[in-house]
């Protein structure tokens, strides 16, 4: 069945450290992938996004890796700050559909 | 930058009434969507409307489940008879296409609904 999911449910780092999160799905026919970051009491925010024809894509002081091989995708945060500290949730789509499947969320928690 | 709009933020309702949440979608978008998310879960997928009609619902959205379109700018999910496990955050979202070109999905931020 159609299951993303995340190996660490939270994430504790250092202000200044570097961050990755990772997650897993299962789904072989979804060909774009998310990463949203949901502060409390908020909706998801859009970070990155990349497309299955791509490996990697970088913004600003973010990278996502996906290894479609494996089925993995992660999340890089540069120079992690306070400001990170948050739920971070990795999406797919694509296929014959327009929803999105989320994975479980990675509490991110940097310590200045 | 253009904004997906929920109203109200917080809605308390008892057991069994109904209640009719209201999402202002951004304007050039043509697919909306509702998700909900409880408590210290994931968010899920409960069903995507274009065209005027439901492009797609899970098992989540059931007969007590309907969407609406009513004008040229809201979008609204209605729960006819509330259960105390319909307490969660509902987000609505909106894209401007599919998943075949660059479509700027968005969520609003949300809409808590307690049963009690």
């Known amino acids: 069945g159609e299951n993303v999911g995340l190996h660490l449910p939270t994430l504790s780092v250092q202000e200044g450290d570097n961050s990755i999160i990772n997650c897993a799905y299962s789904?072989?026919?979804?060909?774009?992938f998310i990463w949203y970051k949901q502060e409390s009491g908020k909706g998801p925010q859009f970070i990155i996004d990349i497309r299955s024809n791509m490996d990697k894509r970088q913004g600003q002081r973010v990278t996502v890796l996906l290894n479609k091989t494996v089925k993995h995708l992660s999340l890089q945060i540069a120079a992690t700050q306070p400001g990170d500290s948050a739920v971070y949730f990795c999406?797919?789509?694509?296929?014959?559909?327009?929803?999105?499947?989320f994975g479980t969320g990675t509490l991110l928690a940097v310590q200045p | 930058e253009p904004e997906v709009t929920q109203t109200p933020s917080h809605q308390v309702t008892q057991m069994g009434q109904e209640v009719i949440l209201r999402c202002v979608p951004i304007s050039n978008h043509l697919y909306f969507y509702w998700y909900r998310q409880i408590l210290g879960q994931k968010v899920e997928f409960l069903v995507s409307?274009?065209?005027?009609?439901?492009?797609?619902k899970s098992e989540i959205f059931d007969d007590q489940f309907s969407v609406e379109r009513p004008d040229g700018s809201n979008f609204t999910l209605k729960i006819r008879s509330t259960k105390l496990e319909d307490s969660a955050m509902y987000f609505c979202?909106?894209?401007?296409?599919?998943?075949?070109?660059?479509?700027?999905?968005?969520f609003g931020s949300g809409t808590r609904l307690t049963v009690v």
């Open positions: 409307f274009y065209n005027n009609e439901i492009s797609e």
């Open positions: 999406a797919e789509g694509g296929g014959a559909t327009n929803k999105l499947i």
């Open positions: 789904n072989s026919a979804s060909d774009y």
């Open positions: 979202a909106s894209s401007r296409a599919g998943f075949s070109g660059n479509y700027g999905y968005t």
